[in-house]
């Protein structure tokens, strides 16, 4: 799904959530604070981004990916059943074939934010919550039966 959008929501509390706790990593993500295209170093949205915008979406199965797992690995855990390590990049591999797709359409110099060769929209300060909501999808941040990956891309400022 490829949406112009009439605005972007920023926050920069959402660069923020990079630092929150999860399994193994009690002070959030590694990679905060050392690469450029993570927050803090990452720059911010308005300083690199102008109109037109456009939110890129693929929306990956995992409930189908989980179904798969189980019957390849009955005896795992529903913590090893859904770990992102198992269908991550396969997401990701989606979201670039429908970028390189669509910016060939494009007469402008854009910039991709998508967090696999640039910064994550969320990295500049993206709040993709409530962009994405803007066009009608809700995110859940524990989904159970599909799973969102987005990029923004925008004219070069």
Same mark, same amino acid.
Request: hydrophobic share 30%; net charge positive; proline share 8%.
């Given at each position: 799904?490829? &949406?112009?959008?009439?605005?972007? !929501?920023?926050? &920069? @509390? !959402?660069?923020?959530?990079?630092?929150? #706790?999860?399994?193994?990593?009690? =002070?959030?993500?590694?990679? &905060?604070?050392? @690469?450029?295209?993570? #927050?803090?170093?990452? #720059?911010?949205? $308005?300083?690199?981004? /102008?109109?037109?915008?456009?939110?890129?979406?693929? @929306?990956?199965?995992? +409930?189908? =990916?989980? $179904?798969?797992?189980?019957?390849?690995?009955?005896?795992?855990?529903?913590?090893?059943? @859904?770990?992102?390590?198992?269908?991550?990049?396969?997401? /990701? /591999?989606?979201? %670039?074939?429908?970028?390189?797709?669509? !910016?060939?359409?494009?007469?402008?110099?854009?910039?991709?934010?998508?967090?696999?060769?640039?910064?994550?929209? $969320?990295?500049?300060?993206?709040?993709?919550?409530?962009?994405?909501?803007?066009?009608?999808? %809700?995110?859940?941040?524990?989904? +159970?039966?599909?799973?969102? %990956?987005?990029?923004?891309?925008? /004219?070069? +400022?």
């Amino acid at each position: 799904m490829i &949406y112009e959008l009439p605005y972007v !929501v920023t926050s &920069y @509390r !959402v660069r923020e959530w990079c630092k929150l #706790p999860y399994i193994n990593h009690p =002070h959030g993500c590694p990679n &905060y604070g050392n @690469r450029d295209i993570c #927050p803090p170093d990452s #720059p911010l949205f $308005e300083d690199i981004v /102008k109109p037109p915008y456009y939110l890129i979406v693929i @929306r990956y199965d995992l +409930k189908s =990916h989980i $179904e798969r797992m189980k019957n390849k690995h009955p005896n795992w855990s529903e913590r090893q059943l @859904r770990c992102c390590l198992y269908w991550q990049n396969t997401a /990701k /591999k989606m979201l %670039k074939s429908k970028i390189n797709r669509f !910016v060939k359409s494009l007469d402008f110099n854009y910039i991709i934010l998508d967090g696999i060769n640039s910064p994550s929209p $969320e990295a500049t300060g993206v709040n993709l919550f409530t962009t994405a909501n803007l066009v009608g999808i %809700k995110l859940k941040t524990y989904p +159970k039966d599909y799973v969102y %990956k987005m990029a923004i891309i925008g /004219k070069r +400022k």
